[in-house]
């Protein structure tokens, strides 16, 4: 089974600060992109970056960035200069070659401390 | 250019009632998900379609929940009869899967309460 897994419920940081969200994935395909969205209170789902698994070249998105690591099926997301509107849920998520259903991680609740 | 839209934002009824839940995606794009968002289960996808067309429903959980798409820009999910344990939040989500790699948008979803 295709699974994505993050392994840390809850993180916090000081406003300002820098800080890092882990995800790992499990599949045994070789074409797939990945996700990370933001749940804030209001629940909405907004998607944060995004990285497709044939590209070596790690994406960026202002403050954001992530480290993709192919072979050891890793994908965190950098938050720098982290500000009080960054905290939120943060989902990991991946499509998986030939499907297009989004397989979800656990969550992480980012606090960011003023 | 507007997101996904979706009716209601928030709907509270009663135990053997019927729901709808309508949804209408970004202009131009041709695949369109159901999601449910609990506690316990976290997010699970319902049904998607391609093209108006119901491809996997394999999360739809019984015979009460039914979706349909009638057209290009509008969705429904039906819950007949609703019961306590389906309230959640239900997202809608599309994409544009050949050129903006499968990224899917939600929008701003149903949090429905059955009492």
């Known amino acids: 089974a295709q699974t994505v897994t993050q392994s840390q419920p809850e993180m916090s940081v000081q406003e300002a600060e820098t800080v890092t969200l882990s995800c790992t994935y499990d599949?045994?395909?070789?074409?797939?992109?990945l996700f990370w969205y933001k749940q804030p209170p209001s629940r909405q789902m907004i998607l944060v970056i995004r990285?497709?698994?044939?590209?070596?070249q790690n994406a960026t998105e202002n403050r954001f960035s992530v480290n993709f690591q192919k072979a050891a099926k890793s994908f965190s997301l950098k938050i720098s200069d982290s500000q009080l509107g960054d905290a939120a849920m943060y989902f990991c998520?991946?499509?998986?070659?030939?499907?297009?259903?989004?397989?979800f991680g656990q969550g992480t609740r980012l606090t960011i401390n003023p | 250019d507007a997101g996904v839209i979706q009716s209601p934002r928030h709907e509270v009824t009663e135990m053997g009632q019927e729901v709808t839940l309508r949804c209408k995606p970004i202009?131009?794009?041709?695949?369109l998900f159901w999601y449910r968002q609990t506690m316990m289960r976290g997010l699970e996808l319902l049904i998607y379609?391609?093209?108006?067309?119901?491809?996997?429903d394999s999360g739809m959980p019984e015979d009460r929940f039914s979706a349909k798409m009638p057209n290009a820009s509008f969705s429904t999910l039906k819950i007949q009869p609703s019961e306590p344990r389906d309230s959640a939040v239900y997202f809608c989500?599309?994409?544009?899967?050949?050129?903006?790699?499968?990224?899917?948008?939600f929008g701003p979803g149903t949090r429905l309460l059955v009492l």
């Open positions: 989500a599309s994409s544009l899967v050949r050129t903006d790699g499968k990224t899917q948008y």
């Open positions: 599949t045994s395909e070789s074409d797939y992109y």
């Open positions: 990285q497709e698994a044939y590209k070596q």
């Open positions: 998520a991946s499509v998986f070659q030939g499907a297009q259903k989004l397989v």
């Open positions: 202009s131009g794009h041709n695949s």
């Open positions: 379609f391609n093209n108006n067309v119901p491809i996997d």
